[in-house]
């Protein structure tokens, strides 16, 4: 997953997926800010 705040620099956001047991989907937890942000599904 990439990240960025006005949609022309992305950077790649280190946090570890981690299994869902109740529908057996990876989650990423993402904290809440002040600011705008976009968030993008990258291909590896």
Do not use: E
Not at 12 to 33: E, G, K, M
Request: a negative charge.
């Amino acid at each position: 997953m990439q990240q960025s705040s006005d949609l022309a620099s992305w950077s790649d956001v280190t946090n570890t997926p981690v299994l869902n047991l109740t529908n057996l989907q990876d989650q990423i937890t993402v904290a809440p800010s002040n600011s705008n942000g976009f968030y993008r599904l990258a291909t590896p």
